[in-house]
């Protein structure tokens, strides 16, 4: 019995050691980027669409880790436009490095899978925004005056349509804080349809 015991014990170390020869540590802090691996099932969540496993792209990202959650799993800060549960374990996860000669290089031309919608004008300017649902549809619209036109002809867009103008939205919102703040001390942008 004894012997057995033994052997038992002997293969439980050579597995452990074989397996570990495959496997990696990754640890990410809070800030670093990461990128996210799609699997079907994944991709299933964020398109409702079926696609052929060989023609989902393997990761989708950079995203930002935003909090350690036990020893192996990561919150990642996600766009809206990806209705995920926001916690993946390290397995899903892969470290980010950003090219710093070609900055825009990992940046997609293209559509997410889920927009369907693509300006071909350019925002002159972000006029307002306002919040419209309640929790659980709950969605932002920008009321944008597009380069060329008047601002009277400005138009309320939603959010997800407007994927190709982030770095704007979020420039804009950074501002549009500050100043609601201030001007109604703490209590919000005023509706567009109560102005005068």
Do not use: C
């Not at 020869?21 to 990754?26: A, E």
């Not at 597009?146 to 138009?155: H, V």
């Not at 939205?169 to 005023?190: F, H, I, M, N, V």
């Amino acid at each position: 019995l004894a012997e057995a015991q033994d052997s038992l014990r002997k293969a439980l170390r050579r597995m452990i050691k074989y397996a570990d020869q495959h496997r990696r540590k990754l640890e990410f802090q809070v800030g670093d980027k990461v990128l996210l691996k799609l699997t079907p099932q994944i991709w299933k969540q964020i398109t409702r669409k079926f696609r052929h496993r060989g023609l989902i792209p393997k990761y989708d990202g950079p995203f930002e880790v935003v909090q350690k959650v036990g020893e192996v799993a990561y919150r990642l800060k996600l766009p809206e436009r990806l209705k995920l549960h926001p916690t993946f374990h390290v397995s899903f996860l892969k470290p980010y490095y950003a090219d710093a000669d070609d900055p825009d290089r990992n940046q997609s031309k293209r559509a997410p899978a889920v927009a369907h919608t693509q300006f071909d004008a350019e925002i002159e300017k972000i006029l307002d925004h306002r919040v419209l649902g309640a929790k659980k549809n709950r969605r932002t619209e920008f009321l944008i005056q597009w380069k060329g036109r008047q601002e009277a002809d400005a138009t309320w867009e939603k959010t997800k349509s407007l994927w190709q103008f982030d770095k704007q939205l979020e420039d804009y919102l950074k501002t549009a804080s500050t100043r609601a703040s201030s001007s109604t001390g703490g209590g919000g942008l005023l509706d567009p349809q109560s102005r005068t």
